[in-house]
Structure formats: C-alpha cells, structure tokens
C-alpha cells in the first residue's frame, strides 16, 4: 500500500535528479547519475576503501587496501559506498553546510542501496539498529539538523533496521576534525562521547557522512564497546582515498 501511494505520489510530482535536472521518479537521482556515481566495488575487509580505484580488482589482489592506515580496536568492520570526489564531495558539502536535504537524501539513499545489496549477497552482518553520529547540542543548535541523521533515515527505510539516537550522545563539543593531525584528532575526541543505556550483547552500526581516519568513529565504537556494544560496524556514505601519483 505504501510503495503504491509512493508511486502515485511520483507520478503526480515526479522529482528532478539533483545533479543533472532530468526527471528522476520518486528517486534523487536520474538512472545515469546513479550509475555514474563512483561505486566502491570491491571493498578492503578493513576500512571499506576501494581496492583498486572504483573498477574491478584484479583476481588474486589483496583483501586490506594498500593505502589503510586504519587500525580499528573497537570498530569491527567498516563499510563505504562511494569513494570521496566529485560529485560525492559536493554533494556532501551541500547536505553539511548548505542544509539541502535532497543532497543528504541522495547520499543515504546510495548507502542503502548499497549495504541492500551487500546483505542480499550474504556479506552483511545486519546490525540490531542504526546509530547516527552525535552532534554536540550547541552544533546541533547552530546548525539546526544533524546529517548523520538525515542520511541515516534513508538507510533505515531501505534495510528495514530502525534508527536510535538516544542513550548516547556527544559531550564535548569537538573542534573540526578536518584540521587537525592524527594525534591532535584523538586527543580532540578523548571523552568525546557518553554512552548511558546498557547495551549488553547489541549489534550496532553507525552512520556517518565520510571515513577519513576514521578517529572519531572510532572514539564513538569505543564508548559503546564499553557500554556492551557484542559488535560495533561503520557505515559511511564515502570513503576518502589517497590518490598515488
Ligand atoms: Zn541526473
Ligand atoms: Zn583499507
């Protein structure tokens, strides 16, 4: 009953693709901005990061990225859908700093539909429910929404995993991350996070716009550890790649 209403409703306001203006049904985007969005095909086991660029990697390669950093003590396993550049970067900046809900809406859809299809082929663990990062209330009062959360939602309708936002909540009002150094970011997030609801033996997973270092997923995995989180996983919209020259 609910996808017919959809339908009709797309029908009667069919919607514009976000980042070309062709006509895109009840989606965000049209079918060839969703195929040209630069899909994470094969994944490292460890970080979600793409194994060898957004293609196909060749028989044989290594399951864990060359170019991870990333050593996880609390976080069991990351996934990514696209990887960090145009139009991701974009469309990322737009949700964030422009609050254009359509720009969110099409980065949690892409998510969904990709995790959707990972646990179709048996590779995803489905979590117990979906926990957006906090935002710290005076961030979240200045900026008025928290877009974690607004791509969370579309994630949630798409696996059927309900959201959960409250038991734990963000109690230092961090500094940016993107400037600042590896040690300067963990630092910056000591005691960033307080988880107050028992969580003994869930499976949780967050959500997040973009995986850099992956510090501040990882102070959040571990306060929930600590609360009794059995498995903590990451769901991030991009992944952020060093690119050898
Ligand atoms: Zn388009
Ligand atoms: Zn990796």
Not at 10 to 22: E, I, K, N, S, T
Not at 66 to 72: K, R, T, V
Not at 184 to 213: C, E, K, M, P, Y
């Amino acid at each position: 009953m609910h996808s017919e209403v959809n339908g009709i409703l797309a029908a009667l306001f069919p919607r514009c693709c976000v980042l070309c203006g062709l006509a895109a049904g009840r989606w965000s985007l049209c079918a060839g901005c969703w195929a040209d969005l630069p899909w994470i095909r094969t994944p490292c086991v460890r970080c979600g990061g793409p194994l060898a660029g957004t293609d196909a990697a060749p028989a044989g390669a290594a399951d864990v990225c060359n170019h991870c950093a990333i050593s996880w003590t609390a976080v069991d396993r990351a996934w990514s859908a696209l990887v960090y550049e145009y139009p991701v970067d974009r469309l990322v900046t737009q949700a964030k700093f422009q609050a254009r809900a359509e720009c969110a809406s099409v980065l949690g859809e892409s998510l969904g539909i990709y995790l959707r299809r990972l646990r179709n082929l048996g590779s995803l663990a489905a979590p117990d429910w979906i926990l957006p990062v906090p935002l710290h209330p005076s961030r979240l009062a200045t900026r008025g929404f928290n877009q974690a959360l607004e791509i969370a939602q579309p994630v949630s309708r798409c696996l059927r995993i309900p959201i959960r936002v409250s038991g734990c909540a963000r109690v230092r009002n961090t500094v940016e991350q993107t400037a600042l150094t590896g040690t300067a970011r963990r630092r910056n997030l000591r005691g960033a996070f307080r988880v107050s609801a028992g969580l003994s033996g869930q499976h949780i997973a967050i959500v997040d716009d973009v995986l850099t270092t992956g510090s501040t997923v990882e102070a959040l995995a571990a306060a929930l550890r600590e609360g009794g989180a059995a498995s903590v996983q990451v769901w991030s919209v991009a992944r952020t790649v060093r690119r050898e020259r």
